[in-house]
């Protein structure tokens, strides 16, 4: 069982498109982080959202947890080839505890 | 200060034999993370440690996986009788354990079972 649905799975768009990745859960989660993983190295740390409802923005990318804290977007605007990467969600259930991922977004940029 | 280190980086093995992953947590952090990496299955928590103790160890797929951590440091995952399907990149992860969300991940060990 999947705690965590993430989608759409594959993505590849043009320089300059927008696009939005879902993450998904029938859980309710206290934390939820974004991460960008590059081929060959581990996940690097984007962003955690906490509160229910929260926005938070960095340059192009804006993040958002859902009100009753079981899902979570990531919008990218003007995207850029340098944007490539995965991306994956992952919940938590307490500070500490171990993070549940979601399946990833395999994101493809081309210029 | 630096990163959580991981060692090695590549690791080939043959079917049966014991090999040991290395974690170096970044300083002060408390609590180290063992997740695994593969195609089919994405990213799964492991084992997790606060301070040298385990608490939860749920994720750990057989008793041929152990891991140990020792003056809240430096943490060894140790794989006996590999199998094919131990064929994984192993990620180490620590935080502040339960004063933070946050984890920050290391490098990963690519392990390839032959």
């Known amino acids: 069982t999947q705690l965590l649905e993430q989608s759409p799975q594959f993505l590849s768009i043009q320089e300059g498109e927008n696009l939005t990745v879902y993450c998904n859960s029938s859980?309710?989660?206290?934390?939820l982080q974004w991460y960008r993983q590059e081929p060959g190295e581990g996940p690097v740390l984007l962003v955690t959202?906490?509160?229910?409802?929260e926005v938070k923005k960095l340059k192009r990318l804006t993040f958002q947890f859902g009100d009753a804290r079981k899902d979570s977007s990531l919008h990218i605007t003007a995207a850029q080839p340098g944007d490539t990467g995965l991306y994956l969600c992952?919940?938590?259930?307490?500070?500490?505890?171990?993070?549940?991922f979601g399946q990833g977004t395999e994101l493809s940029v081309k210029p | 200060g630096a990163g959580v280190s991981q060692s090695p980086s590549n690791k080939v093995t043959e079917k049966g034999k014991d090999v040991e992953l290395r974690c170096d947590p970044i300083?002060?952090?408390?609590?180290l993370y063992w997740y695994r990496q593969s195609l089919g299955q994405g990213l799964e928590f492991l084992i997790y440690?606060?301070?040298?103790?385990?608490?939860?160890k749920s994720g750990l797929p057989s008793d041929r996986f152990s891991a140990e951590r020792t003056g809240g440091s430096v943490s060894t995952l140790t794989i006996q009788r590999t199998q094919q399907e131990d064929s994984a990149v192993y990620l180490c992860?620590?935080?502040?354990?339960?004063?933070?969300?946050?984890?920050?991940f290391g490098p990963g060990t690519r392990l390839t079972v032959t």
């Open positions: 992860a620590s935080s502040h354990g339960t004063a933070s969300y946050e984890q920050y």
């Open positions: 859980s309710v989660f206290s934390s």
């Open positions: 959202v906490v509160t229910g409802g």
């Open positions: 992952a919940g938590t259930y307490n500070q500490g505890g171990k993070l549940i």
């Open positions: 300083s002060g952090h408390t609590a």
């Open positions: 440690f606060q301070g040298n103790s385990a608490p939860d």
